[in-house]
């Protein structure tokens, strides 16, 4: 395919590697992205200057790669950020790689590699450290893990700018949300910087990153993960807090996905930076004469899950009726176009004229976490929640810990990819879903999942604190509030405030089927946390009374 840039562009897949082999030359993979303003600049700066065009089709075979399309190939080949530049053997293996690249760069990297080529060939490719053959290293989950991670949230925190890191400052939403219970202050004062800096005050949603260490140089970039998770962790700031300043954030969040990004039947990808600067930093009334950002309006089963998952959220703590409304829109729209209820089987996205691969971890872990928090609030999720998580474990489950996805295809698809965040994601999905549903098995698997990084703590840092949340819990116990009542009553409205993000609230537990010990006398609750069982409350005021008596 050949666009504006003049580069010819291969899809991603085995035909274009056969090509690299048969005319033993070097791949170049564009690692892009609808959202990603560098991509677009490369695109028309670099890849539009007719030399450099000429270079790459004479001497490479170029291969663009949408990264929220594909992303397993984005785990496998990303240098550190979008747009990524990297270069591969016909194999798929790595010679080099770099960032964004000027056409001076992209000249001198270009004769680098034709360089390597020319002297080593093939022997110059090497395989990623994450993909080797050795599995990680497994260990006992002890409070060690939880330990060094809150030690972590402490050592790496920018105390004059809130925020972790020293350079640029991501919001790290699932950090603060470890945070929130641990170190309150620290991810409080991140928010507030996040809120400050990073929020869209005129259409609401959050960009993405800032590119210095005080929040400024902000890439004005809107992808629905973050936008998701950031607004999942001001919800539970609020529950925490009471305070209006971390529930207006995510309301407003709120509307940003159900009205900018809705495509009437889910929420898509992205929106980009558009005239970048210039449009965030006009008012209102003048961002209606200038052109509207790109939008990518692709809806993605893991996006889609971990967006009906803070919307949950957000009507949980408030009554919120647009986020109850929607969340329920987004969950009917997967379970229509994305996920086969039967089988189990999630499908990435489907387009007009691709469909997405099947089987992906993180969109199967946040599908398991979306529908298993629905049967918390609605009553109704656990089926479709098992069903997913059954499969994944049957298919991703590999020697104790979750493998990305298949273990086939080109380039370098066919090496197993263990990701410690999936693999937290899923486990504390699983969690949950053992909390709902009251089958052990499922704690027993995120129990053998944890350990099978427990080895390597001391390497961790921030942006994985979610493995001491999984940690502690599997420690302690998680908090269920097992409520004999039906969705939507005082009582179970009441248990969804109890002001702990990680607890699991059982509607419905006063019906036959509820599985013991969650079975309760019909208008009670029971908080159960650990080996403890409080004595029954009939009152908003009594199951706050319970749970003060029984979480340590």
């Known amino acids: 395919m050949t666009d504006e840039t003049h580069v010819e562009w291969r899809d991603w897949g085995a035909e274009a590697f056969a090509e690299a082999d048969e005319r033993d030359c070097p791949v170049l993979l564009s690692l892009s992205a609808t959202w990603c303003e560098g991509c677009h600049e490369m695109d028309a700066i670099t890849y539009a200057e007719p030399r450099i065009a000429a270079n790459v089709n004479e001497g490479f075979v170029p291969i663009r790669v949408d990264v929220d399309r594909h992303p397993r190939v984005r785990e496998r080949y990303n240098m550190g950020g979008f747009p990524t530049t990297a270069f591969l053997t016909p194999e798929g293996e790595l010679l080099t790689g770099a960032g964004y690249l000027d056409v001076d760069g992209m000249r001198q990297v270009l004769e680098s590699v034709r360089q390597m080529w020319a002297d080593k060939g093939r022997a110059a490719g090497r395989v990623p450290r994450a993909l080797d053959a050795d599995l990680p290293p497994s260990g006992e989950v002890t409070d060690a893990i939880e330990s060094h991670l809150a030690g972590q949230i402490e050592a790496k925190y920018d105390a004059e700018y809130a925020g972790w890191g020293s350079d640029a400052k991501f919001p790290l939403p699932r950090t603060v949300e470890f945070a929130l219970k641990r170190d309150r202050d620290r991810a409080l004062r991140t928010l507030d910087a996040v809120r400050d800096h990073l929020a869209d005050d005129v259409a609401g949603g959050f960009f993405r990153f800032a590119g210095t260490p005080d929040w400024g140089d902000v890439a004005y970039e809107k992808p629905i993960d973050t936008n998701a998770a950031v607004t999942r962790a001001f919800a539970n700031a609020y529950l925490y807090t009471g305070d209006e300043a971390y529930l207006t954030p995510a309301t407003d969040a709120v509307e940003f996905l159900t009205d900018d990004l809705w495509t009437g039947y889910g929420v898509g990808g992205s929106v980009g930076p558009g005239l970048g600067r210039a449009y965030y930093a006009?008012?209102?009334?003048?961002?209606?004469?200038?052109?509207?950002?790109?939008?990518?309006?692709?809806?993605?089963?893991?996006?889609?899950?971990?967006?009906?998952?803070?919307?949950?959220?957000?009507?949980?703590?408030?009554?919120?009726?647009?986020?109850?409304?929607?969340?329920?829109?987004?969950?009917?729209?997967?379970?229509?176009?994305?996920?086969?209820?039967?089988?189990?089987?999630?499908?990435?996205?489907?387009?007009?004229?691709?469909?997405?691969?099947?089987?992906?971890?993180?969109?199967?872990?946040?599908?398991?976490?979306?529908?298993?928090?629905?049967?918390?609030?609605?009553?109704?999720?656990?089926?479709?929640?098992?069903?997913?998580?059954?499969?994944?474990?049957?298919?991703?489950?590999?020697?104790?810990?979750?493998?990305?996805?298949?273990?086939?295809?080109?380039?370098?698809?066919d090496r197993p990819f263990r990701p410690l965040d999936g693999n937290v994601e899923m486990a504390t999905a699983l969690l949950d879903l053992a909390a709902v549903t009251g089958e052990e098995r499922y704690e027993t698997v995120a129990r053998e999942t944890a350990e099978s990084f427990a080895g390597a703590t001391e390497r961790l840092s921030v942006q994985v604190a979610g493995y001491g949340s999984l940690a502690g819990r599997l420690l302690r116990g998680t908090t269920v509030v097992a409520v004999g009542d039906e969705p939507g009553s005082d009582l179970h409205r009441a248990a969804w405030r109890v002001a702990d993000h990680e607890k699991v609230v059982v509607p419905n537990a006063h019906r036959e089927e509820a599985p013991a010990p969650r079975s309760v006398p019909a208008g009670s609750a029971v908080v159960l946390a650990g080996d403890s069982a409080s004595e029954p409350a009939e009152t908003p005021d009594e199951l706050m009374s319970r749970v003060a008596e029984t979480v340590e």
Do not use: K, M, Q
Request: charged residues 30%; glycine residues 10%; aromatic residues 6%.
């Open 282 to 413: 006009a008012a209102a009334a003048d961002r209606e004469e200038l052109d509207s950002p790109r939008r990518d309006l692709t809806v993605f089963a893991g996006g889609n899950a971990l967006a009906a998952d803070a919307l949950l959220a957000v009507a949980a703590y408030t009554d919120d009726e647009r986020a109850r409304e929607y969340a329920e829109r987004i969950l009917d729209g997967l379970e229509r176009d994305l996920i086969d209820v039967e089988s189990g089987a999630v499908t990435h996205y489907r387009g007009s004229d691709e469909v997405g691969e099947t089987d992906l971890l993180a969109d199967a872990a946040r599908v398991v976490s979306a529908y298993t928090r629905a049967a918390g609030v609605f009553g109704e999720g656990a089926d479709v929640a098992r069903a997913v998580a059954d499969r994944a474990i049957d298919r991703l489950r590999v020697d104790g810990s979750f493998v990305d996805g298949a273990r086939s295809g080109a380039g370098l698809l």
